[in-house]
């Protein structure tokens, strides 16, 4: 099988001028920050066959952006929790380390998030209602003025699935054959499995279809796809936030890196969970 070679970046500084972003390569993330990989600006055709993928559309990004390497595991989340006094979510008796975190709801999510921005002294991307901010604390929709700790969009999330600008066309996140690439039901063992034990995909992010569904920013519209722009689309209104990704208890069908599904945002399941993001 035809493997794109990995790259792993170190997540670059920001400097606000006028509220603007500009990258430099002088930040350097402390070691609580989750390892991030550099999904460089393009364009992709995002969508699929499902009644809520479709139509097929292009989509394009003017901007770099980081996103997990990982879904975010117990261990990180546990140390939020433990210096903030969340309440740490149940493992479902199956281990903490290195499983992907879950029972997580989307407020949880962000706030982790934001606490990761805190840490790392950036302005925070969201405020306690759930809306993005900009580097000066003011509301916006534009990704590009966002400088903290995020989720990622779906389009975003998607995008990265597919490989970006390597991509070699997988219907899954780095394979046709699911079982090289994804914790599904056939093969999971009806638990969460350790990240990073599957081939990652051409960017060398692990584990984007199974495992555990994964929250992104957008509220969810079943017409988005229809009313996208498709330059840099973000969905900020609805009543549910999507998820991505499929999971350990789930078949084949909803690990396509197409595949769009939607929970309550203030909802926590056993097989939800969520992947940092950051604009550069």
């Known amino acids: ?3 794109a070679a990995i790259v792993i970046v170190t997540v670059a500084a920001v400097i606000l001028i006028g509220g603007f972003v500009s990258a430099t390569d002088t930040y350097s993330p402390s070691g609580i920050i ?3 990989v550099l999904v460089e600006r393009g364009s992709f055709m ?5 009644f809520d993928e479709r139509p097929v559309h292009n989509v394009t ?9 990982y879904s975010v595991t117990f261990e990180e989340y546990d140390r939020f929790c433990e210096e903030t ?3 740490r979510p149940s493992d479902n008796g199956w281990g903490r380390c290195r ?4 029972w997580v709801s989307w407020y949880d999510a962000i706030a982790y998030c934001n606490w990761l921005s805190d840490k790392e002294g950036l302005p925070r991307a969201y405020d306690e209602e759930g809306n993005l901010l900009d580097a000066n604390g003011n509301v916006t929709t534009d990704l ?10 779906e389009a975003e999330w998607e995008y990265a699935a597919r490989g970006g600008i390597k991509s070699e066309g997988y219907q899954y996140a780095g394979s046709d054959n699911p079982n090289e690439v994804a914790w599904y039901e056939p093969n999971a063992g009806g638990m969460t499995q350790e990240v990073g034990k599957k081939l990652p995909n051409e960017l060398g992010i692990y584990d984007m279809s199974g495992n555990v569904w994964e929250w992104c920013i957008d509220w969810y519209h079943s017409n988005f796809y229809s009313l996208s722009s498709g330059i840099n689309p973000y969905n900020d209104y609805g009543h549910f936030r999507v998820v991505r990704g499929g999971s350990w208890f789930g078949g084949v069908e909803f690990i396509r890196v197409e595949n769009r599904r939607y929970f309550w945002p203030t909802y926590g399941e056993f097989n939800l969970g969520f992947r940092i993001a950051r604009t550069q």
């Open 85 to 87: 006094g969340h309440s």
């Open 61 to 69: 990004f003017t901007y770099d952006f980081y996103i997990g390497k």
């Open 46 to 50: 995002m969508g699929g066959h499902g």
């Open 1 to 3: 099988m035809k493997r």
């Open 144 to 153: 590009t003025r966002v400088v903290g700790y995020r989720l990622p969009t």
């Open 99 to 102: 499983r992907p975190v879950i």
């Open 34 to 36: 989750p390892s991030m």
